[in-house]
């Protein structure tokens, strides 16, 4: 399981190793791996061409010693400092016949234009977490020049605040980032999560403490994904209740639907909201229509607008989604509060969001008296307004505050509602009201399409029915939503996803119980 940590948790775990000697063998320890990492990416150390942008703390020390290791098995190797550099880092670089450029003078733009223009690979060694504020003047020129597919980020990208991921100004775009110890929170958490590349976790032997922030890899999310056993039927795998569709958005159904039925519900009923036909009692649904045309194994009820006891007859469930395809309204508010007063898990999203806002903004305890969890699903957009309609927040300083920070903004609302929040986005956060959070590290910016978060919601909720508690089965949903999407043919449509599901499920199961190296069976 990845894990991420405050800085303030790195620095307690690094001061026991740095107290005791050898003095400098964390710092040596990082920079062996980068240069692993450096050397398995040239592919040929010897005569690559190789710049450090040299900051003034450990930071650029690490950058500087891997360029002196670099330079020492043939590297040409030119470090670009706008200020006081790491003492023994540019001796140990200018011992092994690498180059310094200032600070004193200052490298000039046309040189460190030139030499990144010419590099085979830049170093960002300008700042890590010992960053405060955003990257002073010299240090954002020279950040400026960093060419992104050609820049590795030492530990953390320059001016991406490692705790928050808050980007304030200049930043380095990084093709990969080498990271020591531990993943630091600022690394998984948008803006800066959109600097970093892919991340390479180097050991340098930290005892850490439990982490501010988790991820799941394949292997907790195939030790976590609900399998049947020889006991299980279709009721005893869960049952989902999904309310979603309506007259006006009937396709959202169809795609929650997919997602539900890929996420291994065993039974799955679903409440679409329809005209009354002409029958009394007799409700039509365009959405019932085209979910059973698109999936004749569910069991569809169609009722009139905000029947509650329409819904709750239709069957026992163990879980409820509500939301997509629905149109805020009273109506929804109606059957959203009657969801609530029940007390199975429930996940809330798209046109029940701002109905919940409003019950929330009525009576702030709402969530309180109930036993199981409620999972809210916003897009940022959504999550400003339900913040606005159950906090009061001002939806602008919400944005700014997600900027700023966003783990800590998802927290408060949270803590706040008593709702489990998961933010969607570029990076995923799943938080429960206790302040546990995850960070989803699958998927592509492909997934920014219309309907695929229909397709999470349905698979989010079967996971609920299935019993996995709602924290996770945000999580693990998220993984697989993501996944699917890596899978997906470009430009993913959200249509193509539940399709990809079933081999995701598979290769992640395959995985689990394949012989792990050295394990006979
Ligand atoms: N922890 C570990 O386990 C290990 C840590 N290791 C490494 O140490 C790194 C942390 O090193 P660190 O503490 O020296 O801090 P670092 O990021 O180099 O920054 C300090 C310098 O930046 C400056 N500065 C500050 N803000 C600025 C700004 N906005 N814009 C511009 N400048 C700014 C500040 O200047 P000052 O304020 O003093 O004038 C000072 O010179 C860590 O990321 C990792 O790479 C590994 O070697 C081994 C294991
Ligand atoms: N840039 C991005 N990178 C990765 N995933 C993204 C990105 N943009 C959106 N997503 C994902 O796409 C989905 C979009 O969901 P949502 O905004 O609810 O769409 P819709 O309401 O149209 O179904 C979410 O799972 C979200 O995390
Ligand atoms: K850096």
Not at 23 to 34: D, K
Not at 71 to 99: F, I
Not at 331 to 348: F, I, K, Q
Request: with cysteine; net charge neutral.
């Amino acid at each position: 399981m990845p894990n991420a940590h405050t800085v303030d948790q790195v620095r307690a775990a690094e001061a026991p190793l740095l107290a005791g000697p050898p003095p400098g063998i964390l710092m040596q320890r990082a920079v062996s791996g980068l240069v692993a990492y450096v050397a398995r990416r040239l592919g040929r150390v010897h005569g690559a061409r190789i710049v450090v942008l040299a900051g003034g703390g450990d930071n650029g020390g690490d950058a500087l010693w891997a360029g002196a290791r670099l330079a020492a098995r043939g590297a040409r190797v030119d470090a670009l400092a706008p200020g006081r550099t790491h003492p023994e880092g540019s001796a140990a670089l200018l011992a092994a016949g690498g180059r310094l450029h200032g600070p004193d003078p200052a490298p000039a733009d046309e040189v460190a234009r030139a030499l990144v223009g010419e590099a085979d690979l830049v170093l960002d060694g300008l700042l890590g977490i010992g960053g405060r504020g955003g990257l002073r003047p010299a240090h954002a020129r020279l950040a400026a020049f960093a060419p992104p597919r050609r820049t590795v980020a030492v530990d953390v990208p320059s001016g991406v605040d490692a705790d928050t991921g808050e980007v304030a100004g200049e930043a380095v775009r990084a093709s990969a980032t080498v990271t020591f110890g531990t993943h630091k929170r600022g690394l998984w958490l948008m803006p800066g999560a959109a600097h970093t590349g892919p991340v390479e976790l180097v050991d340098i032997g930290l005892v850490l403490p439990e982490p501010d922030l988790r991820a799941l890899d394949d292997a907790d999310v195939a030790a976590l994904l609900p399998v049947p056993g020889a006991a299980s039927s279709k009721y005893r795998r869960g049952v989902l209740g999904l309310v979603a569709g309506s007259d006006a958005y009937p396709g959202a159904a169809v795609l929650a639907v997919g997602g539900a039925l890929r996420g291994g519900a065993g039974y799955l009923r679903v409440i679409t909201e329809g005209r009354l036909g002409a029958a009394p009692g007799d409700p039509h649904s365009r959405a019932a229509d085209l979910v059973l045309r698109a999936h004749p194994e569910a069991v569809v009820t169609p009722i009139a607008p905000g029947d509650g006891t329409a819904m709750l007859a239709a069957g026992r469930v163990q879980a409820w989604a509500i939301g997509p395809g629905l149109a805020p309204g009273p109506p929804v508010r109606d059957l959203l509060a009657t969801l609530l007063g029940a007390d199975e898990p429930v996940v809330v999203d798209a046109g029940a969001l701002d109905p919940l806002g409003e019950l929330l903004g009525a009576d702030p305890a709402v969530l309180r008296g109930r036993s199981a969890p409620v999972l809210v699903t916003p897009h940022e957009g959504e999550f400003a307004r339900l913040t606005r309609l159950a906090l009061g927040w001002d939806p602008r300083t919400t944005d700014t505050e997600l900027a700023r920070d966003r783990l800590g903004t998802v927290r408060r609302a949270a803590a706040a509602t008593g709702a489990t929040v998961l933010l969607k986005g570029a990076r995923t956060l799943v938080v429960d009201p206790a302040g546990a959070a995850w960070a989803n590290l699958t998927g592509s910016a492909w997934l920014g399409s219309a309907g695929t978060g229909d397709v999470l919601t349905g698979l989010i909720g079967s996971l609920l029915a299935a019993g996995v508690p709602a924290t996770l089965a945000g999580a693990v949903g998220a993984h697989l939503h993501g996944r699917a999407a890596e899978r997906a043919a470009l430009p993913l449509a959200a249509s193509d996803l539940p399709d990809l599901l079933p081999r995701v499920v598979t290769e992640l199961l395959d995985g689990e119980t394949a012989p792990k190296p050295g394990h006979c069976r």
